[in-house]
């Protein structure tokens, strides 16, 4: 096969400062493991309206189309706020999701032990969590028609979402849950409102039939999306695979993520169907977004864009046994007490910056060897 490729889209506020840490990683890779990727970058995000006027140029678009695999840092910030709604940066994100039809969203929400302090639930509760959402990525409300601003001609104004989801759509997100319940407790929990919801009745059926038809051998239950929030804050630890849609599963996998801790630690790997090569589509983003407040200050923690790309030697370079060295080597510096700020307790005084957090992590690679 040839030299794999990856695409890094570094983006706004701190997505530039972690991925220089992504880039020493990348390199000890190519130098140690004789893990060759060929890596270009580019502008996505308010750096792309900045230079181009759009969040993202159809040039960028059609390289992510024939990369193996994106690495995407972080969109938006303040400067951007008042920009029309189509040159938004969270719009150059969205149209990568859609075009590269990156239908499945995996975001694990994994408590590492030596952070199970920082939940904001109870240890006990937290400690050893390991559960993966897989939220529906490419359609539902954010892109049903019709949507818009409209005049209701009575002098006032409606505001229009649709919710449309189909048997396909439905049906390929529910086999990407199963798939990966296989590999992990075999149990996946579907959630939706199907009490309120004609696409949620639709949901629920066609989850059901893929279980039926195809995955029996897996645990299946269904949930309500709003108990579904419920139980994650109450007993996360009943959860092994949850599969949702895309609203649901924005807010639920930000629910998660909380749990574990830190928004700094937390990665995602988006999914689309197998390329000629054999190869998914896939970008891989941390959860955590631009973070404005902290920008420039190197502060930010480059760890979820470290596991971001650690998801990409998993699922897109099919270099599991390197993944592992990776997160292993990220769980040993938070065992040995390397903290960027976001990680300080009471008692602790002066946190790691960035690039040292980065150099840690190195570090523990080096003695993985
Ligand atoms: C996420 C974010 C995005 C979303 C925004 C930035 C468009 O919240 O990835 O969870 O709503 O999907
Ligand atoms: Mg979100």
Same mark, same amino acid.
């Given at each position: 096969?040839?030299?794999?490729?990856?695409?890094?889209?570094?983006?706004?506020?701190?997505?530039?400062?972690?991925?220089?840490?992504?880039?020493?990683?990348?390199?000890?890779?190519?130098?140690?493991?004789?893990?060759?990727?060929?890596?270009?970058?580019?502008?996505?995000?308010?750096?792309?309206?900045?230079?181009?006027?759009?969040?993202?140029?159809?040039?960028?678009?059609?390289? =992510?189309?024939?990369?193996?695999?994106?690495?995407?840092?972080?969109?938006?910030?303040?400067?951007?706020?008042?920009?029309? *709604?189509?040159?938004?940066?969270?719009?150059?994100?969205?149209?990568?999701?859609?075009?590269?039809?990156?239908?499945?969203?995996?975001?694990?929400?994994?408590?590492?032990? =030596?952070?199970?302090? *920082?939940?904001?639930? $109870?240890?006990?509760?937290?400690?050893?969590?390991?559960?993966?959402?897989?939220?529906?990525?490419?359609?539902?409300?954010? *892109?049903?028609?019709?949507?818009?601003?409209?005049?209701?001609?009575?002098?006032?104004?409606?505001?229009?979402?649709?919710?449309?989801?189909?048997?396909?759509?439905?049906?390929?997100?529910?086999?990407?849950?199963?798939?990966?319940?296989?590999?992990?407790?075999?149990?996946?929990?579907?959630?939706?409102?199907?009490?309120?919801?004609?696409?949620?009745?639709?949901?629920?059926?066609?989850?059901?039939?893929?279980?039926?038809?195809?995955?029996?051998?897996?645990?299946?239950?269904?949930?309500?999306?709003?108990?579904?929030?419920?139980?994650?804050?109450?007993?996360?630890?009943? *959860?092994?695979?949850?599969?949702?849609?895309?609203?649901?599963?924005?807010?639920?996998?930000?629910?998660?993520?909380?749990?574990?801790?830190?928004?700094?630690?937390?990665?995602?790997?988006?999914?689309?169907?197998?390329?000629?090569?054999?190869?998914? $589509?896939?970008?891989?983003?941390?959860?955590?977004?631009?973070?404005?407040?902290?920008?420039?200050?190197?502060?930010?923690?480059?760890?979820?864009?470290?596991?971001?790309?650690?998801?990409?030697?998993?699922?897109?370079?099919?270099?599991?046994?390197?993944?592992?060295?990776?997160?292993?080597?990220?769980?040993?510096?938070?065992?040995?007490?390397?903290?960027?700020?976001?990680?300080?307790?009471?008692?602790?005084?002066?946190?790691?910056?960035?690039?040292?957090?980065?150099?840690?992590?190195?570090?523990?690679?080096?003695?993985?060897?």
């Amino acid at each position: 096969m040839s030299t794999p490729s990856l695409l890094i889209l570094a983006g706004d506020g701190i997505g530039p400062e972690v991925m220089v840490e992504v880039r020493k990683i990348i390199d000890w890779f190519g130098a140690k493991r004789d893990l060759k990727i060929n890596v270009t970058e580019d502008l996505v995000g308010g750096a792309a309206y900045d230079k181009h006027g759009v969040p993202l140029t159809d040039e960028t678009m059609a390289h =992510a189309q024939e990369v193996d695999a994106v690495l995407l840092g972080a969109v938006g910030g303040p400067a951007y706020d008042d920009l029309d *709604f189509s040159v938004k940066p969270e719009r150059g994100l969205l149209r990568l999701r859609k075009e590269m039809d990156l239908f499945a969203n995996l975001r694990p929400a994994q408590c590492f032990d =030596a952070l199970a302090d *920082f939940s904001s639930l $109870k240890t006990e509760i937290v400690s050893g969590l390991d559960i993966m959402i897989v939220r529906e990525l490419t359609s539902g409300v954010y *892109f049903g028609e019709p949507r818009g601003i409209m005049d209701d001609n009575e002098g006032g104004r409606v505001g229009v979402n649709t919710q449309r989801y189909t048997t396909d759509e439905i049906r390929r997100v529910a086999r990407s849950a199963f798939e990966l319940a296989k590999k992990r407790n075999n149990r996946v929990c579907s959630m939706e409102k199907a009490n309120v919801m004609e696409s949620g009745i639709l949901w629920r059926e066609e989850v059901q039939w893929v279980h039926d038809n195809e995955y029996p051998e897996v645990e299946l239950t269904h949930m309500y999306a709003d108990n579904g929030g419920m139980q994650l804050v109450r007993a996360p630890k009943q *959860f092994d695979v949850i599969v949702t849609d895309n609203l649901f599963g924005d807010m639920l996998s930000d629910v998660a993520a909380m749990l574990t801790g830190s928004l700094g630690m937390l990665p995602s790997a988006s999914l689309g169907v197998p390329m000629a090569n054999g190869r998914p $589509k896939a970008m891989y983003e941390p959860v955590h977004g631009s973070a404005p407040d902290i920008t420039g200050q190197a502060k930010a923690n480059p760890c979820a864009c470290i596991l971001s790309f650690a998801m990409a030697l998993r699922y897109s370079y099919d270099e599991g046994a390197e993944a592992d060295r990776l997160e292993s080597a990220v769980e040993k510096v938070l065992a040995d007490g390397v903290r960027t700020a976001d990680l300080m307790q009471a008692g602790d005084t002066t946190p790691a910056s960035t690039s040292e957090m980065g150099d840690a992590v190195i570090a523990a690679l080096d003695a993985s060897l």
